[in-house]
């Protein structure tokens, strides 16, 4: 990260956080990154790469999708993708890695993935075509309010067209979650280590004076899409409606007169 990122920057060396590999207790350095980066508000922007199995930060194929900072085994394919860091010799890359968690990822403000290479065209495809799946780790970004995922053409080749045409048409009206989505609000979270049972102790069972108390998280809802709905029914809708500038545009509007709405009530006579 010196060599490659920070020495062309200027970020100064107290604003640099990196996990201790080296720390004796890996557990307790694990939970002091989470809770130096709640203590910071949260991480702003999360810039990251995704490998060719889909897997985002070193959360490899199959993990939790709830998961935070920990110590992760890495998979073979991992193992050989960084081997040119360790004169590609296999036998010498560690086993283990220090990682974000996909949750600690998705509390970020906005997250940019990066993929390039056709090696990465399949992990794309999965991640953005299919289901949320822990074995894609890539594809729990189709939960956050404001991913970005940066790709060359080799990276789509797996994409449908009509996909790729699709995202090419936002780019060109220069829409995008920005504009057409929620405001970009950073909605802090309060991070609780889990407290650590000292080695050889029982555990206690939880009593109503033992129960720790809840921390409330500062969540707030966005109300200001709510509508009222008339006799607590839904209102009827068309999609032209809802569309600027268009030949369909106010279609509603036209035909007001000849469309007849028949509730359910008006069909119910009393026994």
């Known amino acids: ?79 050989l993708a960084n081997s040119r860091f360790f004169g590609n010799d296999t036998e010498k890359v560690p086993r283990m890695a220090m990682t974000v968690g996909i949750q600690t990822i998705m509390d970020s403000r906005e997250v940019v993935i990066v993929a390039t290479g056709a090696h990465k065209a399949i992990a794309v495809q999965k991640g953005l075509e299919d289901g949320v799946n822990h074995m894609w780790t890539l594809s729990a970004l189709q939960l956050h309010q404001h991913p970005l995922i940066v790709c060359d053409r080799d990276a789509t080749l797996e994409l449908k067209v009509k996909t790729v045409r699709y995202f090419e048409s936002i780019e060109q009206a220069g829409t995008d979650a920005r504009t057409q989505g929620p405001a970009l609000v950073y909605r802090p979270n309060i991070y609780v280590p889990a407290v650590k049972t000292p080695t050889g102790s029982k555990s206690q069972q939880l009593t109503p004076d033992r129960t720790p108390e809840k921390v409330p998280k500062d969540l707030r809802i966005n109300t200001e899409l709510r509508r009222d709905m008339e006799d607590e029914e839904l209102t009827p809708d068309s999609m032209s409606s809802r569309l600027v500038d268009s030949a369909v545009g106010g279609l509603d509007g036209a035909l007001k007169n000849d469309l007849i709405f028949d509730r359910m009530g008006t069909r119910m006579t009393a026994l």
Do not use: W
């Open 1 to 79: 990260m010196y060599k490659h990122f920070f020495s062309h920057v200027d970020i100064p060396p107290q604003n640099i956080n990196i996990l201790n590999g080296e720390a004796t207790d890996l557990t307790a350095e694990c939970a002091s990154f989470e809770s130096r980066i709640a203590s910071y508000g949260g991480i702003e922007l999360f810039l990251g790469g995704v490998g060719p199995d889909g897997h985002i930060a070193f959360n490899e194929p199959g993990s939790s999708l709830t998961s935070r900072t920990r110590v992760k085994t890495l998979a073979y394919d991992t193992i």
